[in-house]
């Protein structure tokens, strides 16, 4: 079933935003909660917790955004749907916006800037 198009937005939020984070690994190829877990630790750096990753996959499911695939043994893996591939394209457009303006605005700062390497 299709999702609408309101309800497969993703909200562009946070770089750690559980959703964009699970739509992200996704991307790449099916995967089980656990494979999902470490891969998102390690493009990300954020460690989800297991209510999160399965609650934001649950919404993400309702969504259409995500499908599970015929489980393997006792793992369920996850798809990204066609749906899911828009919404995450929609996400990444919008955190790119916010980006640009905020590194815009930081080039234009008046006033010195912190040196790199620079004692905080």
Same mark, same amino acid.
């Given at each position: 079933?299709?999702?609408?198009?309101?309800?497969?937005?993703?909200?562009?939020?946070?770089?750690?935003? %559980?959703?964009?984070?699970?739509?992200?690994? @996704?991307? &790449? =190829?099916?995967?089980?909660?656990?494979?999902? /877990?470490?891969?998102? +630790?390690?493009?990300?750096?954020?460690? /989800? =917790?297991?209510?999160?990753? *399965?609650?934001?996959?649950?919404? @993400? +499911? &309702?969504?259409?955004?995500? +499908?599970?695939?015929?489980?393997?043994?006792?793992?369920?893996? *996850?798809?990204?749907?066609?749906?899911?591939?828009?919404? /995450?394209?929609?996400?990444?457009?919008? @955190?790119?916006?916010?980006?640009?303006?905020?590194?815009?605005? @930081?080039?234009?700062?008046?006033? %010195?800037?912190?040196?790199? =390497?620079?004692?905080?």
């Amino acid at each position: 079933m299709g999702a609408s198009p309101s309800s497969s937005r993703v909200s562009a939020g946070r770089s750690n935003d %559980p959703p964009i984070l699970i739509l992200t690994s @996704l991307a &790449e =190829g099916d995967k089980h909660g656990y494979a999902l /877990l470490k891969d998102i +630790e390690r493009f990300a750096g954020v460690r /989800l =917790g297991p209510g999160a990753l *399965y609650g934001a996959i649950s919404r @993400l +499911e &309702e969504r259409g955004l995500i +499908e599970a695939v015929e489980a393997s043994g006792r793992r369920r893996p *996850y798809r990204l749907s066609a749906a899911g591939a828009e919404a /995450l394209r929609s996400a990444l457009a919008d @955190l790119r916006v916010i980006v640009d303006e905020g590194s815009a605005r @930081l080039s234009r700062r008046a006033g %010195p800037t912190p040196a790199a =390497g620079a004692a905080r």
